[in-house]
């Protein structure tokens, strides 16, 4: 029974290996000091917050929390501020072998503000907490797959990553203005469930302090 959890674990460990590869090569991301906010582990349930950094990006701002039965790796890139960009962020879910959900967007952070980019296909089916054009762009991808389709999706992902990139690049933004991000922060806390998920397997202190003091900082 231990040998089969570890090997549960073991592969719910790595079920985003190859989107967070890709990720890494696309972008020269870094840690600095104190890049890991926490590594926690509790009942069974692992979780680590940690920050990068990188040209034209303030922060990378990754978490991973998986158990035997889930695995969810949650990442949004913040860009320099000053070129009217929008952020990154990528929410991949994997809950048993046929419930895994794959969302990554380029999400802007002023509010009611629909954007959009060329060559990119436009989102559609059920958004439920992704609504494009609350900070979430007309391109929003979106899909519900089974465990063994979820690198079916890493070449759309690439497309994505570049455009991003690209985008960077062409702009090469310097400032850091984090003010910029209030009204992002303050409707992602609104949105975001974690933090009940949170709560229940790490305790109602810990997961404000998660929310509050490291995913949606700038609010």
Known sequence: MQRKMRCIVRTKMNLWVNYKKILHETFPLHNGVGSVWAEWERKGTWL??????????????????????????????????GSNLPCFGMDLMGFNENRVIIVFDFQHPTENYLFSVDGLPKGKGDYRFFEPGNHFSENIHIQYCKIDEVDNHLEMFTKYLLKYRDMLEDAKPSGCDTTTYYDFDTYMTKLDPVKGYLAGKFGAKRADSLVNDFLFCYK
Do not use: G, Q
């Open 48 to 81: 680590t917050a940690k920050t990068y950094t990188a040209p034209y990006i303030i922060k990378s701002r990754e978490v991973e929390i998986f158990n035997e039965k889930s695995c969810i790796y949650n990442n949004i890139i913040y860009p320099k501020t």
